[in-house]
T-cell receptor
Framework: DGGITQSPKYLFRKEGQNVTLSCEQNLNHDAMYWYRQDPGQGLRLIYYSQIVNDFQKGDIAEGYSVSREKKESFPLTVTSAQKNPTAFYLC????????????FGQGTRLTVV | KQEVTQIPAALSVPEGENLVLNCSFTDSAIYNLQWFRQDPGKGLTSLLLIQSSQREQTSGRLNASLDKSSGRSTLYIAASQPGDSATYLCAVRPLVTTDSWGKLQFGAGTQVVVTP
């Protein structure tokens, strides 16, 4: 089954810790995206990557970092510099060459304790 | 900067009634507009995509219209069912030259409850 998988579904972080959210896709999509969703707000773009070894900052990149060492993987690290990390994080991917719309993962809910 | 607004934020209707969800945007220079469904604690599922040159799109009980000049889109869901209960988001893809999908602007969504 082709799809996009985020893990874990729930994640708890202590103040001052870095945590990494996983996003894997087997759709052979070249572009991948990370969004943050807060209650009562739309999705906001954190980072995106159009090809391996390249990524761009989105609207709210501060306190986050990413890597794109493999086409199928786009992990997001929430660093201790992110002041308000509690949120729902969504990953998406799309075929940029074929100009398709995106598939979304099921999300990771991060809570700072 | 493009702003996307969805009103109302929440809506409750009895089963069988038609649903009308609104989305407005401030910049008419768009590539397309997309409607998504989101169940609680889940990701987004694409419902309908309307290209900027189109006026409407239909899929089963769903119909979405687009009036680019007035900056409005409406999603109609006919004969609502309890299974239609979810949050519905609209998103606008701007008309720019470089990876416009990376600049998708989302509304905050309308939370819909369909009561039996």
């Amino acid at each position: 089954d082709g799809g996009i998988t985020q893990s874990p579904k729930y994640l708890f972080r202590k103040e001052g810790q870095n945590v990494t959210l996983s996003c894997e896709q087997n759709l052979n999509h070249d572009a991948m995206y990370w969004y943050r969703q807060d209650p009562g707000q739309g999705l906001r773009l954190i980072y995106y990557s159009q090809i391996v070894n390249d990524f761009q900052k989105g609207d709210i990149a501060e306190g986050y970092s990413v890597s794109r060492e493999k086409k199928e993987s786009f992990p997001l690290t929430v660093t201790s510099a992110q002041k308000n990390p509690t949120a729902f994080y969504l990953c998406a991917s799309r075929d940029r060459v074929k100009n398709t719309e995106a598939f979304f993962g099921q999300g990771t809910r991060l809570t700072v304790v | 900067k493009q702003e996307v607004t969805q009103i109302p934020a929440a809506l409750s209707v009895p089963e069988g009634e038609n649903l009308v969800l609104n989305c407005s945007f401030t910049d008419s220079a768009i590539y397309n507009l997309q409607w998504f469904r989101q169940d609680p604690g889940k990701g987004l599922t694409s419902l309908l995509l309307i290209q900027s040159s189109q006026r409407e799109q239909t899929s089963g009980r769903l119909n979405a219209s687009l009036d680019k000049s007035s900056g409005r889109s409406t999603l109609y869901i006919a004969a609502s069912q309890p299974g239609d209960s979810a949050t519905y988001l609209c998103a606008v893809r701007p008309l720019v030259t470089t990876d416009s999908w990376g600049k998708l602007q989302f509304g905050a969504g309308t939370q819909v409850v369909v009561t039996p």
